[in-house]
């Protein structure tokens, strides 16, 4: 565990050395720096500073355990950052909000500038890295050249001295640890986000339809962008709509390809013992099950009565692939489906049931074209 007294520890045998002439001055230098960056650090920040020490592996050798915990550690403080500028409610918790919509919404909480542009397509990227691992059980020639090309970006634009894996990530860490400070000044607070904004938006258009007719035939030409329904989710989040906003996903997994607590191991093992029978069922278990399995999410925007009936809801649903322009079933291309409270056969409250309990969507349903410039 990092702390003020081990680092002091630290520092006296830095100087003990280089008194004796066996190195020169850069690492006590840098640990004198250090130190004095440190001097007004909280308990909160300590916390933080040990998670990234304890859990992200030094261990470039190892490119998918590090990356794989490394997004771990960084996705941890991607949802603080959020429940820091939106409390009402709290999502930071909220394991049903995915990696790549908590990334949309922490940029979309951010100015619209080169540096938070920069750092959140960084992040996006180390995501995309791990999704490749996961999906293969080896690393090829192209994710290890994606691999160098990130770490080569950040050590050349932020000139690091530490051009690893680890230290990429480490600095993408401070970055938004660097946003969490901000977010916890009086200076950066959630005004810039008008009711008028919301409002201007499509996919608002789309649910703001007053009949099954109109949305119906607004559906055929409209486009929603990603950055639209983020902007809308976290109006509702932040008490600014008149909607509330739940989200929940599931992955299903065919029951021979479920992860035992064990298969993760075999990420530890030396190369000469990964060569085995149990180490191919390992894999195959931990990273084939990417083909066969059906990712299916749901975002229930519902009105603010204290009980039912609800007077308004609106059901968003779509499977991951249905999102990529590619391969897509629609011949229109990337897309999700919605119904809502002017379908007078259907309830909020039997819909989210059926696919909470049931892992089932609605079979009636509209296609709405959905624009996201990062599942090109």
């Known amino acids: 565990m990092l702390s003020l007294n081990l680092l002091d520890t630290d520092i006296e045998e830095r100087k003990k050395c280089v008194e004796r002439g066996e190195e020169d001055r850069t690492n006590l230098d840098f640990l004198l720096n250090f130190r004095d960056t440190l001097k007004n650090t909280t308990k909160s920040d300590w916390e933080i500073y040990n998670d ?17 915990t490394g997004l771990l550690v960084v996705e941890k403080l991607i949802r603080r950052f959020i429940s820091l500028r939106y409390q009402q409610p709290p999502i930071s918790d909220n394991q049903s909000i995915s990696v790549s ?4 919404i922490a940029e979309n909480m951010c100015l619209a500038r080169e540096v938070p542009k920069w750092l959140w397509n960084q992040v996006r990227e180390l995501n995309e890295i791990r999704n490749k691992l996961v999906a293969q059980s080896f690393l090829d020639k192209k994710t290890e050249n994606q691999i160098a090309n990130f770490v ?63 949305i119906t035939s607004l559906c055929k030409k409209t486009q929603v962008s990603s950055e639209e329904f983020t902007d809308f ?83 968003v649903f779509f499977e991951i692939n249905e999102l990529k322009d590619k391969n897509n079933h629609w011949m229109v291309g990337s897309h999700f489906h919605i119904v809502n409270y002017l379908w007078t056969n259907m309830y909020c409250q039997d819909i989210w049931n059926d696919f909470i309990q049931n892992k089932v969507f609605p079979s009636t349903k509209l296609h709405v074209s959905y624009s996201d410039k990062n599942r090109k």
């Open 52 to 68: 990234l020490i304890e859990h992200l592996p030094n261990d470039n050798n190892n490119p998918l355990k590090t990356i794989i």
């Open 101 to 104: 919509l908590c990334i949309d």
């Open 152 to 214: 080569s970006e950040i050590s050349k634009v932020q000139k690091l001295h530490d051009k690893t894996i680890t230290g990429a990530i480490s600095f993408l860490y401070g970055m938004i640890k660097g946003l969490c400070d901000l977010s916890e000044s009086k200076e950066f607070e959630a005004s810039h986000i008008e009711m008028v904004e919301y409002r201007s938006n499509k996919f608002y258009e789309v649910i703001n339809c007053k009949t099954k007719k109109d």
């Open 233 to 315: 989710i976290i109006a509702c989040k932040s008490g600014m709509t008149h909607l509330n906003h739940v989200m929940h996903y599931y992955d299903y997994v065919p029951e021979h390809l479920e992860v035992r607590d064990e298969d993760w191991k075999i990420l530890d093992v030396q190369k000469e013992a990964e060569q085995s029978t149990k180490r191919e069922k390992t894999f195959r278990r931990l990273f084939k099950s990417h083909g066969q399995r059906k990712y299916k999410v749901g975002h229930m925007f519902i009105s603010k009565e204290l009980s039912h009936p609800l007077s308004e809801w609106h059901f």
